[in-house]
């Protein structure tokens, strides 16, 4: 059994996954486009370029996302995206990057059970946790 992150967008997944997967050392995926897909007709705001469905692979966690019309697109409340490394410099980093653009709620810092910790939502909007055991 295992778990997967799916985000929505309002039109910015590829930017965001692609982004992710720069800054994670991660794989890309295909991205599939509402474009020539059985969902032509639910493409947000008719924008068929949009994607319907993208994936990418950070170390062994599946990130995926999609692209919402803006009525259906409600920022994430309540939840956390966690990335965790080993090394702090490379903790630092992603969280530094991710904080660009972005909203520090708690800055990167030792805390009693961490190297480092910090909590920042990203240029997207997605809310993340960054930790360094």
């Given at each position: 059994?295992?778990?997967?992150?799916?985000?929505?967008?309002p039109?910015?997944?590829?930017?965001?996954?692609?982004?992710?997967?720069?800054?994670?050392?991660?794989?890309?995926?295909?991205?599939?486009?509402?474009?020539?897909?059985?969902?032509?007709?639910?493409?947000?705001?008719?924008?068929?370029?949009?994607?319907?469905?993208?994936?990418?692979?950070?170390?062994?966690?599946?990130?995926?996302?999609?692209?919402?019309?803006?009525?259906?697109?409600?920022?994430?409340?309540?939840?956390?995206?966690?990335?965790?490394?080993?090394?702090?410099?490379?903790?630092?980093?992603?969280?530094?990057?991710?904080?660009?653009g972005?909203?520090?709620?708690?800055?990167?810092?030792?805390?009693?059970?961490?190297?480092?910790?910090?909590?920042?939502?990203?240029?997207?909007?997605?809310?993340?946790?960054?930790?360094?055991?």
């Amino acid at each position: 059994m295992s778990f997967s992150i799916y985000l929505h967008f309002p039109g910015t997944c590829e930017e965001a996954l692609t982004y992710y997967a720069k800054l994670m050392d991660g794989e890309p995926g295909e991205v599939f486009r509402y474009r020539g897909s059985p969902a032509e007709d639910m493409a947000p705001g008719g924008n068929l370029d949009l994607v319907m469905h993208m994936r990418i692979t950070v170390g062994g966690t599946i990130l995926m996302g999609s692209d919402v019309s803006p009525e259906r697109y409600e920022k994430p409340a309540g939840v956390n995206v966690s990335y965790a490394s080993a090394d702090p410099e490379q903790a630092k980093r992603v969280f530094d990057a991710l904080s660009e653009g972005g909203e520090v709620n708690m800055p990167f810092e030792p805390t009693f059970w961490a190297k480092g910790f910090g909590m920042v939502t990203d240029r997207f909007g997605v809310p993340w946790m960054v930790n360094c055991d």
